[in-house]
């Protein structure tokens, strides 16, 4: 039998769950074997929310960059969205 290849969920999904999950935790009402796996699977899911936001950082750095490889600080407006910074 084939297996189908396992995908990570995006970003906005880990998340989602991840707050299911602590919601779940927080009630206090889970078994403790559930409770052990509810909190494994969430500091998974901590860990790849944060290796995407470290991801989504690097990726802005670069996009920051000059042409002549320095840095410059680009303000964050979010009603300017789509408009050149320079």
């Keep these: ?27 206090g009402e889970l078994p403790l074997e559930e409770a052990l796996a509810a909190f494994e699977e969430g500091v998974r899911l901590a860990r790849l ?13 670069l996009l920051s960059r000059r042409p002549d490889g320095t840095e410059h600080e680009v303000p964050f407006d979010p009603g300017a969205e789509g408009e050149a910074h320079g």
């Design 1 to 27: 039998m084939e297996r189908l290849p396992v995908t990570e969920p995006t970003f906005e999904e880990a998340l989602s769950r991840l707050e299911a999950l602590v919601a779940r935790l927080e009630a």
């Design 49 to 61: 929310c944060a290796g995407r936001l470290e991801d989504a950082e690097r990726r802005v750095h």
